[in-house]
């Protein structure tokens, strides 16, 4: 045999000896799923709810227009700091500062009117007096002459007077009796003089009344010409100029708003958090705030407010509001309280919190990408085409059950896949707690999504890291 023949027979037995090797190993790792995994480990945990805002103080008031005018004086100006009372600006007010003064002149006219009633009836109380002493004083001396008269007339009956003493006696006593009838008649005039006065003295206090009334109206007008602070604050907006016409609201419109005050003493994360979040959110639960316009800085809060009615996350409205009934998603109202805001702070600045609603100690913990849901039929051995539908047909109650979705994780064991049921706590940012089915230091399966959605239980594994190394 020549040696090339020789050589071509050794190298045609490597070449087949090589394919054969290749077969076997191709064979054998038919059906093996590369994955790529991670161990269930023990840790703190933190649960965050992640929601974005605005800055907002939590009392703030838009100042508008009483009156319809031009504003002739804005007194302060945007970022000033203001009192409760201050005068802020001042509207064209000629037309009510004029009614002010003619109410004013005659609540002092009737004034003047009810001073001159009140001193008539004091003089009528003082005259009825000095009237009623002169009917006393005259009444006392007819007593007398009565008396004198009466005694007369004893004596000229007896003949011991003479007539014309005894006539002269009648006829004063007469004369006083006219006296005493006269003074009493004039007391009854002045009675009802003092009367009549006493009536224009009622008439003239409730003319004031009335006066004291308009100029209340009238002030009221006057000072709803002139804008005055709510509160103590700082001025945030103004948004109209000197000359500019402002006009009051009415029924279907707003009226102008002249500037806004804030109490930033207290100022706010006003948030909207997801429905699906909302209920794990309390009150006093702490906060972290990012505000855009500081990066790098970090504020703490605390939750004050929860909003009860869920707002259109499209519109912003209500959903009680709406009047087409949506399934779109929806938020809910938050409203964080900032412990130590920055002085530099502004109402309106853009801003994400994160709210911690739940912490955990040294607990079991997995990757939350590792859970995944199969149905109960799915991880039992299928039986026999023909023996499950006879199966099905005798007990529907079990190819039910045989549906049931389960929510677990793979473990490795032996190079296979085994799903195990669990059940899980709080969620973090990354991890989720396992309260029962795993034992610290399992070797679950953590990828590739693709791998965990269609991962068969008891499949063949292998572990390949590499390419979640080369991504972290």
Do not use: W
Not at 70 to 99: H, S
Not at 287 to 295: H, R, V
Not at 397 to 411: D, I, P, S, W
């Amino acid at each position: 045999m020549k040696p090339r023949t020789k050589i071509l027979i050794v190298l045609g037995a490597l070449v087949l000896a090589g394919a054969g090797v290749y077969a076997s190993v191709v064979y054998s790792k038919k059906g093996v799923v590369s994955v790529q995994s991670s161990r269930v480990v023990r840790q703190d945990l933190t649960a965050q709810v992640t929601a974005s805002g605005e800055i907002k103080p939590r009392n703030y008031i838009n100042i508008g227009a009483n009156a319809m005018g031009q504003l002739t004086d804005i007194l302060v100006r945007e970022g000033d700091r203001v009192r409760k009372g201050q005068l802020l600006a001042r509207i064209e007010d000629v037309q009510p500062a004029a009614d002010v003064q003619a109410s004013q002149a005659s609540l002092s006219s009737a004034e003047a009117d009810s001073a001159a009633s009140e001193a008539g009836l004091k003089a009528a109380d003082e005259n009825l007096n000095t009237m009623q002493a002169d009917i006393d004083r005259t009444k006392a001396d007819l007593a007398r002459m009565k008396s004198d008269f009466e005694r007369a007339e004893s004596l000229y009956k007896d003949q011991l007077m003479a007539g014309q003493e005894f006539e002269l006696k009648k006829a004063t006593y007469d004369a006083q009796l006219a006296v005493v009838r006269q003074s009493e008649a004039r007391l009854v005039q002045a009675r009802a003089q003092r009367e009549q006065t006493a009536a224009q003295l009622n008439s003239s206090q409730r003319r004031i009344a009335q006066m004291r009334a308009n100029l209340a109206r009238a002030t009221d007008v006057l000072h709803k010409f002139n804008a005055y602070a709510p509160l103590d604050g700082v001025v945030t907006n103004l948004p109209v100029r000197v000359g500019e016409t402002v006009v009051m609201g009415i029924q279907n419109s707003a009226a102008s708003t002249i500037m806004t005050i804030a109490d930033m003493s207290l100022i706010t994360a006003e948030v909207k958090v997801d429905e699906s979040d909302i209920v794990n959110v309390k009150l006093q639960q702490i906060a972290d705030i990012t505000i855009d316009a500081m990066p790098n800085r970090t504020f703490k809060g605390h939750v004050i407010e929860i909003g009860n009615t869920a707002i259109l996350r499209s519109s912003g409205v209500a959903a009680s509001q709406s009047a087409v009934s949506s399934q779109e998603a929806k938020d809910f109202k938050v409203v964080i309280a900032l412990d130590d805001p920055p002085e530099e702070i502004r109402p309106g600045l853009s801003c994400t919190a994160k709210i911690t609603t739940a912490t955990r100690q040294n607990v079991l913990t997995i990757p939350i990408q590792a859970l995944t849901v199969r149905q109960k039929g799915d991880l039992e051995r299928k039986p026999e085409k023909g023996a499950a539908q006879a199966a099905a047909q005798v007990d529907p109650a079990a190819e039910k059950a045989r549906k049931e979705e389960l929510q677990g994780v793979f473990v490795i064991s032996g190079g296979k896949a085994e799903f195990h049921k669990v059940e899980t706590g709080i969620t973090g940012t990354t991890d989720i707690e396992v309260l029962n089915g795993l034992k610290p230091g399992d070797e679950i399966i953590t990828g590739t999504y693709q791998v965990i959605r269609t991962l068969k239980n008891e499949a063949q594994v292998k572990v390949d890291n590499r390419s979640s190394e080369k991504k972290s």
